[in-house]
Structures are given as structure tokens and as C-alpha cells.
Antibody, heavy 122, light 108 residues
Framework: QVQLQESGPALVKPSETLSLACAVS?????????WGWIRQSPGKGLEWIGS???????YFNPSLKSRVTLSVELAKNQFSLKLSSVTAADTAVYHCAKMSGGGSGSYYFDYWGQGTLVTVSS | EIVMTQSPATLSVSPGERATLSCRASQSVSSNLAWYQQRPGQAPRLLIYGASTRATGIPARFSGSGSGIQFTLTISSLQSEDFAVYFC??????????FGQGTKLEIK
């Protein structure tokens, strides 16, 4: 069973950059799947942030694209999220997930991490 | 962006009874629709993909139906562990992938 675990600071100051990592177990990131980030807040519900392939190919939610950077670290079998210029509206539980599906972008999320709460506050 | 609307927001059902949850898309998503279950404090769990295919290990009491813009998740005989929040997600027209706001299934 694939397992994912998010890690990173729980508190980030406004205007700074939120950085999270997702460690993957029981599946090599290099094995040919897309990996994604989704956040969850009471106000906006579940919101897809972006996804990355093992090669480094990425695609993003247009509403967040200008502020998001995704990367993979194959040696550590993990992938990472950076969200810049954060505000209180970015306060949410951030989940990482493995993606699966029929290809050509038609993917759902078949394994999820528990999520980590990130609060944006001074 | 495709908007996913779930109804009802809260559904009260007795254990052993059937629950029917709805998800409507603002435009056709073909059969590219997934359902997830989220228990308090836990990660979402994939239940259904392709509108009607159960994910690995999901009990047969969970079934999905529909195509186009209208979808249904049915739980045939509710067990105590089924009381949770359920989300739908479309993956037909992206970016972005979009989710419904959720239906909370509570014990009556």
C-alpha cells in the first residue's frame, strides 16, 4: 500500500514562502506516475494546487500558477511544494497524493497523505 | 472551470439503511468522476473512479452511477464506519481538477 507523509512548518508569516515536502513509501516516484498537491479549508473546500511527473513535468491550477513551484527529489523518494507570497487565505490543510487514471491528464487521486495544517499569520 | 455541486449538504440516515448522495457537474464530464470518503482527522480515501468502478478494497455496498452531468453514490446498507464526509471530483476538463463541497453523512 502506497503511503504519503507531508512535512514542513506549521506556521508561515504573510508574504513569505510556504514549503512542504511529501515522502512516499512503498512506491518509487520514478515509476511513472503523477503526484499532486491538494489543499483543504473550511472556506474553499478541496482545491487542487498542482501536479508533477517523475521527469519534472508540471501543471497547475491557473488560480495559483504564478505562485507555485513543484519539484521532485528522486534520491529521497519525495516531492515538494513551494507557494510564494502567502496570505491568510492560504491557511489550509495541505495534502499530497498519488495520481492514477487513463492518461492524457484524466487523473484522480488514489492515495493521499494525512495532510498538514499550515497557518499563515504574523 | 467546471463547478461540482453536491446534495444534500448533510444526510441523516439510520445504520442498515440505504444512503443516496448526488453530485452534479456544471457541464459534461463524461464518466471522469471520482468519489472519496473522509473520516474526521483522516486522509480522503478513493472509493469510486470512472463514475462506477470501485477502487481496490472498497466493499460492494458502495456503488456509483451516472455520466455526463449527474452522478450518484449509493451505500446499500450503512455500517457505523460509513458515517463520514463524501466528496466528488471531476477529472475530465482540466486544469483545474475540481471537487464538490462535500456531503456529510450522519447517524439518524
Amino acid at each position: 500500500q502506497v503511503q504519503l507523509q507531508e512535512s514542513g512548518p506549521a506556521l508561515v508569516k504573510p508574504s513569505e514562502t510556504l514549503s512542504l515536502a511529501c515522502a512516499v513509501s512503498n512506491q518509487y516516484i520514478s515509476s511513472g506516475y503523477y503526484w499532486g498537491w491538494i489543499r483543504q479549508s473550511p472556506g474553499k473546500g478541496l482545491e487542487w494546487i498542482g501536479s508533477i511527473y517523475s521527469s519534472g513535468s508540471t501543471y497547475f491550477n491557473p488560480s495559483l500558477k504564478s505562485r507555485v513551484t513543484l519539484s521532485v527529489e528522486l534520491a529521497k523518494n519525495q516531492f515538494s511544494l513551494k507557494l510564494s507570497s502567502v496570505t491568510a487565505a492560504d491557511t489550509a490543510v495541505y495534502h499530497c497524493a498519488k495520481m492514477s487514471g487513463g492518461g492524457s491528464g484524466s487523473y484522480y487521486f488514489d492515495y493521499w497523505g494525512q495532510g498538514t495544517l499550515v497557518t499563515v499569520s504574523s | 472551470e467546471i463547478v461540482m455541486t453536491q446534495s444534500p449538504a448533510t444526510l441523516s440516515v439510520s445504520p442498515g439503511e440505504r444512503a443516496t448522495l448526488s453530485c452534479r457537474a456544471s457541464q459534461s464530464v463524461s464518466s471522469n468522476l471520482a468519489w472519496y470518503q473522509q473520516r474526521p482527522g483522516q486522509a480522503p480515501r478513493l472509493l469510486i473512479y470512472g463514475a462506477s468502478t470501485r477502487a481496490t478494497g472498497i466493499p460492494a455496498r458502495f456503488s456509483g452511477s451516472g455520466s455526463g452531468i449527474q452522478f450518484t453514490l449509493t451505500i446499500s446498507s450503512l455500517q457505523s464506519e460509513d458515517f463520514a464526509v463524501y466528496f466528488c471530483q471531476q477529472y475530465d476538463n482540466w486544469p483545474p481538477y475540481t471537487f464538490g463541497q462535500g456531503t456529510k453523512l450522519e447517524i439518524k
